[in-house]
T-cell receptor, first 110, second 113 residues
Framework: SQTIHQWPATLVQPVGSPLSLECTVE??????LYWYRQAAGRGLQLLFY??????ISSEVPQNLSASRPQDRQFILSSKKLLLSDSGFYLC?????????FGQGTRLTVV | GDSVTQMEGPVTLSEEAFLTINCTYTATGYPSLFWYVQYPGEGLQLLLK?????DKGSNKGFEATYRKETTSFHLEKGSVQVSDSAVYFCALRRGFGNEKLTFGTGTRLTIIP
């Protein structure tokens, strides 16, 4: 079955520090991959999606970037974190119209 | 652009009550429609889906019918249980070159015994 591995589960980072969240996929090849931010009362905000290696579409201009160096790897990054980057980040994959999600990363910027 | 509008939560019902969570969408063409569920402490998982107009998706006693004329995909269940307490997300995906999966804001459902 298709699974998403996302780590770390929680992260506390100081303002101005870099960020790298990694997500890997097992059980399928050539999935669409997504990064979402989930905020209380605001649902799932799509940040980035990718239909293939090196192909990234950004939905929201912000302090974050994404990369897909391999078919089953999707990375969310920032060079300098802001307080407003705090939140819950979810990686998702999709194959044959069914999406599957990682467990998420709770990021707190202090 | 594509968008999904869900009824505002939270929704609180008694066990065995009838549930409706409204979902309407805006998209060109013929998107596929989904309901995802997030149980407490868990990740999102697919509940049901419909890929064309008039299709009915069903799972675990939940149903939703793809209504193109009203651009809706309302989630229903005839008799809810405490274990149905979760956050429910309506979503759409347009195929054929537009791959992104767009979610609604989610509706928190609490079932009281």
């Amino acid at each position: 079955s298709q699974t998403i591995h996302q780590w770390p589960a929680t992260l506390v980072q100081p303002v101005g520090s870099p960020l790298s969240l990694e997500c890997t996929v097992e059980g399928t090849s050539n999935p669409n991959l997504y990064w979402y931010r989930q905020a209380a009362g605001r649902g799932l905000q799509l940040l980035f999606y990718s239909v293939g290696i090196g192909q990234i579409s950004s939905e929201v201009p912000q302090n974050l970037s994404a990369s897909r160096p391999q078919d089953r790897q999707f990375i969310l990054s920032s060079k300098k974190l802001l307080l407003s980057d705090s939140g819950f980040y979810l990686c998702a994959g999709e194959r044959n119209t069914e999406a599957f999600f990682g467990q998420g990363t709770r990021l707190t910027v202090v | 652009g594509d968008s999904v509008t869900q009824m505002e939560g939270p929704v609180t019902l008694s066990e065995e009550a009838f549930l409706t969570i409204n979902c309407t969408y805006t998209a060109t063409g013929y998107p596929s429609l989904f309901w995802y569920v997030q149980y407490p402490g868990e990740g999102l998982q697919l509940l049901l889906k419909a890929t064309k107009a008039d299709d009915k998706g069903s799972n675990k006693g939940f149903e939703a019918t793809y209504r193109k004329e009203t651009t809706s995909f309302h989630l229903e269940k005839g008799s809810v249980q405490v274990s149905d307490s979760a956050v429910y997300f309506c979503a759409l995906r347009r195929g054929f070159g537009n791959e992104k999966l767009t979610f609604g804001t989610g509706t928190r459902l609490t079932i009281i015994p």
